[in-house]
């Protein structure tokens, strides 16, 4: 797999996916394009998905939001006769490379988790109707929604048959939100789970895997005015007109990836990536209506978006480089302030869209598995939202007074409002809150230090970064933190650092990827799954799969 | 000692499978059957409901006099749960557990996928009799109007045959599918019927006779691959169908036959020699051969279209399971695993028609509809022979097996009957060429009137040669109820 698999697409490209618009009302119609499979070897039957089939999906929800914001209900459903979604090419997942399962199904977690909270969000609610079978990932597809309509026409089913046919998981939060999100009774949920076909018609309604079913000359109608009444009972404010999100300026080449404001500069020989993020090089709009009339360009947006491909492109296209390094460059007091227009309008539809989207790409940065270390040199700008990357990394290391030669501005970090909850992580605890887990007064405490642009020193007082070093050691102390991390395992890298991240409370989120590296990843390396006799490398072969009746 | 070729008729239902004694099987069917009366009662006219039919029943699995013939009332017709006799130790004869003893018991790992090939089967049974309704007002004579209620009434106890495993060997499971069974109907827009060919209507006798030629006989070839299933009481029940099913055959095949025959005779009998003049040939009340052969080509293609995607997941499995083996597998020379095997399949590359070796097990279905094309062209065969024999120049074709299909490889491109690949446009411009028009089938409509009198048939069909049970060509083989 040497193609660079690209995460920007806008929709003059869509092969699979469809959208009408109608007022508050938007029907998205997904039509999955046979042969538009992201790769060769597989044909996408049945409205059957691989990363393609998302990258653009995540784009049309993302677009929905900063485009559309007129919408306020956006109704799922098939454009084919008799199926809604097959759920994920199986002859992709069985020909995909390890590496590339991961990461597919750790990108389709996040766009189900993206439109799946878009309600709360941004007050866009995805709502789902199925009719044809609804299979697997398509049931996962269609759990995200908030929603959920079933034709009766005696045929039409929900189901999850990966265990009894691939032995796999649903795990595309479909076992999480099944009893975390639909509350389905355990034992139910295990029957659900072990039977092929699924359950249809009054049952899925009597379980709870599907909030209504219609007799099937009724559906159709009875979709549009529930999406009516739902739009129509919705407390999203009204919006004339949405953004436009324009084209990425991107260059990649053969050492780096350069955007505007974002640099990822590639370093093969020693296994990481540095992605440079420069801060704002003007001041920030005077209102939201400049910032509106800005648009895609104003900084907190582009960054955000960059950022967001950024990590994406990493994780997808470069996969041997184990270490990301995050730095910075430019003036925090500008961060502060452009941060600090959308804070102080956070009513405002773009303001809060834009906050949100810092927070979900902050997420991906969260569930990244690769060591995530963030050095504050001098000239660094880790401040508000950036600050963030800080506490989202692994370790960070900050250089302590002024080094010799070295004329920048000393390092600083400035902690603002927003760091005290408008970027929780998906436990829904604040990085700050995490990282003081077992002193929370320590959280207090740092609210007094909100705006000060603190030094090295004062940042270590407060237990904000790992290491601050000075001119002597600085050097040496970051290339033996580099190099013992290149020396480890990328397994036990993967496994440390998850469990590290994410301490305290469990989320339906956390389970959701928890489980999913926990346990998708553990049965995806095993033979009774992806041996040469195991049933996900035998499934359309029409023999079974051979398993190892050995409980581990 | 149960009487396993005599069946048994103490209880409401005719078996051989020891119904009297397995209470809750027979307490599940009796509870099913009011249903099943309901749904065969709303179906077809009350004035036939309520005639007398010389229908043949069957009364044994002895293949020496397995049925017996007599006047009865439909609703009376005694829908029976008969098993072709054991064959004692039996193998499974293909796939991964081939060699084994058959299955007496659902084995549990392959329930769903048993369950739902007979919910599959089962779900075809009742959906002809559902598209054939009305056709008992526009029947040719009383001969064929006999035919039809006979079909009916065999598609009725098949249904049956199919919900009695069900409801034995399925559990509750199996007993909502049999409820389902009633539930779905054809055509209709709230449960269709599963197959899309059972969805499709039967507005004439000679699509009927089409439908009982190409259709059932795809249903002879599922039934034909069941009766090879390792799951014991489901290949007996087939064998047993398969009996019955020869009869639904001969009706497709005679009835374009006899239509044929009664065009050839018109034409011959006023100097027609041009088949394409059809103007002049309609006009003699009979079908010209053009419009038999676009009846040909819909019917067939829809046909195809029921043996599903030429490469096929669901099939390879339920071969290697040993659930549904392949057409006369017995008689294949192979290994009966296929584990190793190639089979030819049609596929589309770069635009063109193509074959390619895929593994064979996933190419069952492929190989089961090449076995059906054989199995259609005899019948073609004979109808030409009476084309030829009446001095008429005309033939008709099986179309190239790309030509209008939806399903498979061949729903992607537009393909004439003659095999070549074309622009949607052209083959949208062109189809009335190839398929019935809104126009042809009004013309058969309006050829679509009752003949009722024994022993007469209306103008488009010949008589028989013999008559059923071989009565006499005056037999009266529906005594109408009119009233």
Known sequence: MTKVIDFQTDPSKYRHWKIEYDGPVANLFMDVDEKGGLFEGYDLKLNSYDLGVDIELADVVQRMRFEHPEVKVVVMQSAKDKVFCAGANIRMLGGAAHGHKVNFCKFTNETRNSYEAALAESGQNYICAIKGACAGGGYELALACNHLMLTDDSTSSVALPEVPLLAVLPGTGGLTRVTDKRKVRRDLADVFCSVEEGVRGKRAVEWGLVDEVFPNSKFDEAVVERAREMAAASDKADVEKGIDLTPLERRISEGAVTYSTVEVSL????????????????????????????????????????????????????KELGLIEFQTRGDPARVVAHEALLLDNSDHWLANEVLQYWKRVLKRVDVTSRSLVAIVEHGSCFAGPLAELLWAADRSYMMLEEFDGDNRPLATLTMTDGNFGTYPMGNDLTRLEARFYGTPEQVQTLKDSIGEALDAEGADDLGLVTYAYDDIDWEDEVRLFMEERASFSPDAMTGMEANLRFVGPETMETRIFGRLTAWQNWIFQRPNAVGEDGALQRYGSGVRGKYNMERV | MLDLINVSYDTQIPNNVGLSEDKKVLKALEKWHPGYINWWNDLIPQNFQDSMVYLRTAVSVDPKGWAKFDYVKMPEYRWGVLLAPAVEDRKIPMGEHKGETAWQEVPGEYRNMLKRLIVIQGDTEPGSVEQQKFLGLTAPSLYDMRN????????????????????????????????????????????????????????????????????????????????????????????????????????????????????????????????????????????????IQKKLNLHYTLSLDLFGQEVSTNAANAFNAGIKGRYMEQRIDDDHQLQNDTYPVTSIVDGQIKTEDVPALTAINMRLRDDYVRDAAGGVGRWNKLIAKSGIEFELKLPHEGFHRQIGVFSTVAVDPDGAIMSSEEWMKRQDEWLPTKADGDFIQSLMVPCYEAGKYASWIAPPKVGIDNKPGDFEYVKLHMA
């Open chain 2, 148 to 291: 039809l209620f006979q079909v009916n009434v065999e598609e009725g106890r098949h249904l049956w045959a199919m919900v009695y495993l069900l409801q034995k060997y399925f559990g509750r499971d199996g007993r909502e599918e049999a409820n389902e069974l009633l539930v779905r109907s054809s055509g209709s827009e709230d449960a269709p019927r599963m197959l899309g060919a059972f969805n499709e209507e039967t507005p004439d006798w000679l699509s009927f006779f089409m439908f009982t030629y190409f259709t059932d006989r795809d249903g002879k070839m599922q039934l034909e691959s069941l009766a090879q299933s390792g799951f014991d009481p489901l290949s007996r029940t087939c064998r047993f169908m398969l009996t019955e099913e020869a009869h639904h055959m001969f009706v497709g095949e005679t009835g374009v036959g006899r239509t044929i025959q009664a065009t050839l005779e018109a034409m011959n009998a006023n100097g027609i020699t041009d088949p394409y003049d059809v103007g002049k040939i309609r006009d003699l009340g009979v079908i010209d051969l053009p419009t």
């Open chain 1, 267 to 318: 370093n093969r020989d020693e296994n990481r990536a540095r992605i440079t993020i420069d801060g704002p090089d003007a001041d920030a709009p005077a209102d939201m209506a400049a910032f509106t009339k800005v648009g895609a360009d104003a900084w907190m947006l582009r960054c955000a978006r960059e950022l967001d491909d950024a990590i994406l492109h990493l994780r997808n296209n470069e």
